[in-house]
């Protein structure tokens, strides 16, 4: 069935559907894959709209000087475009964001796939886009506003550029050279991880392409994104820095990636299907090996080679890290299975594509359904914090909560905000020990204050000298949570994420009635 409708639909409907399925993605995902997507880029942003966080509460990064800017700068440019026309709200800042990400994946895959379309017949060109538009983890990762995702559009764009100029007239050789210099710098200044792919690339070029024009129309476009890496740089951290060499040293040279967790060499081959889905994972793992096995020489394997190798001997690996080869993935699928088009006639060939579909569908919905606790939780404290003055939240420096944590990553230990989601007229304040936190608590409530209380205690109210209200709050929809809630599972998740509202007794109100007069 499934095959029978891959003959009937046409490339232009894919076309349509895949851009209508990535703008879905783009305007209901919520939440991000890794805490960098947001400590690292939407906290500098509002750092440089708003002052909060400050330099003191913001990632251990900072003050090391060691994160690009040209993302956050991005964001920044964003979030002031709300603010100018007074509609400020970080979710619509957010979706404009996710926007953005998505325009650009699907003209950069579209454009790959215009550079390769000439050695694929129509059904492989079907194949491609609908793997490329429909594979649930490329339907994330097209979206998100993160390093990996920009990084891995840039590296497919220097791939199909550099493809085309090999067949191109080589009287244009210094264009062409600006242009691959400047994708190239434009990938390395978003993510500098990706030198590992650019050292292959530069290998490749000199092995396979020696053209002394294209080279000296590269190093004018790789220094001219390095200005920009460097303005956005300065434009961050308030002064002129080199941030890629302060990446390289705190992480290699000093070792401070050694502080996270540590991985065995073989991570990076179980991962990728643990986590991708062992079908999903295992097909996207035998693609990549048997596409470099085939083409040796091609520049897509000396740019990916090279950068996968280096990761498997760093200590600290992440799945993450992997996600710029993730953008080849339909193209070597598409390669894989080359010729065996008999083979998936078959009875047996089409259960497993019609199960794999299935699956597929239900990774897609759940992604797009699922909205993280953080987000539940600040849309708690929107809501909470509307029409309201000023709100004061307290909570131990020391307990981790969806606004702020305790990072000892640093020289010092330093106290880490989320303020990005947070109402404007909430005051997000830490205290050192419990008692400071009751004294604070009662004199702002003696001054006529609202007080929240942000603890990791899922009991705090029941035995707490304060007197305390317990904000019911839950990731899952009410009706779950209604009907389902069997033995309160619903609070697993979240039990060490509690929020608590400052109850004024009687007595406490009459005091600061009498005080007042």
């Known amino acids: ?151 891995g559009n840039l590296l497919l764009l220097l791939a199909a550029l550099t493809i085309r100029y090999r067949r191109s007239d080589s009287r244009q050789e210094f264009r062409w050279g600006l242009a691959l210099g400047a994708v190239a710098g434009a990938l390395f200044i978003v993510r500098y991880q990706a030198g590992f792919a650019l050292l292959g690339y530069g290998i490749w070029l000199l092995c396979f392409n020696r053209r002394w024009r294209l080279y000296a129309g590269m190093v004018v476009g790789v220094a001219v994104l390095l200005a920009v890496g460097m303005a956005a740089d300065r434009w ?66 000396w740019m990916l080679i090279p950068f996968l190798l280096i990761h498997f001997f760093l200590a600290h690996k992440e799945i993450r890290f992997f996600f710029p080869a993730l953008f080849f993935v339909p193209w070597f699928l598409v390669d894989l299975f080359r010729g065996q088009g008999e083979r998936f006639a078959r009875r047996g060939w089409q259960w497993a594509l019609g199960v794999l579909a299935v699956l597929n569908l239900g990774a897609m919905v759940y992604n797009l359904a699922q909205t993280t606790p953080d987000i539940c939780f600040y849309r708690m404290l929107r809501d909470y914090c509307r029409g309201r003055g000023e709100v004061v939240a307290l909570n131990l420096a020391e307990e981790t909560t969806y606004c702020s944590r305790m990072q000892h990553f640093s020289d010092e230990p330093r106290v880490t905000e989320a303020r990005f989601y947070l109402p404007r007229n909430l005051d997000l304040r830490h205290c050192a020990t419990p008692a400071e936190l009751e004294a604070a608590a009662r004199q702002l409530t003696a001054a006529g204050r609202q007080v929240l209380i942000l603890s990791a205690d899922p009991g705090l109210a029941d035995h707490s000298p304060l007197t305390l209200r317990k904000i019911i709050w839950s990731p899952y929809p009410a009706w779950v949570v209604r009907y389902f809630n069997f033995n309160d599972w619903t609070r697993y998740a979240v039990r060490s994420k509690n929020a608590y509202e400052m109850v004024i007794s009687p007595v406490d109100s009459a005091d600061r009635e009498s005080g007042r007069r």
């Open 1 to 151: 069935m499934l095959l029978a409708l891959m003959r009937r639909i046409s490339v232009r409907q894919i076309l349509v559907a895949g851009c209508l399925v990535t703008l879905l993605y783009a305007l209901l995902s919520r939440g991000v894959y890794h805490s960098d997507e947001h400590y690292q880029i939407l906290e500098y942003a509002h750092m440089k709209l708003f002052g909060t966080p400050t330099v003191d509460h913001l990632a251990w990064e900072y003050p090391l000087q060691m994160r690009s800017g040209v993302q956050p700068f991005v964001a920044w440019v964003v979030c002031r475009g709300l603010t100018a026309a007074g509609i400020w709200s970080p979710w619509l800042a957010v979706t404009l964001l996710q926007l953005l990400s998505g325009l650009l994946s699907v003209a950069v895959m579209l454009f790959f796939w215009c550079t390769v379309r000439g050695g694929l017949s129509e059904a492989q060109s079907k194949w491609f886009l609908l793997t490329g538009f429909f594979l649930w983890f490329m339907a994330y990762l097209h979206v998100h506003f993160n390093a990996e995702m920009l990084s």
């Open 236 to 301: 961050l951290y308030g002064e002129w820095v080199f941030a890629p060499w302060n990446y390289l040293q705190e992480n290699i040279l000093h070792a401070r990636m050694d502080l996270f967790r540590h991985e065995p060499w073989w991570y990076y081959l179980t991962a990728p299907v643990l986590e991708g889905g062992i079908f999903f994972g295992l097909l996207a793992l035998v693609a990549t090996i048997v596409f470099f096995w085939r083409h040796p020489r091609h520049v897509v394997t």
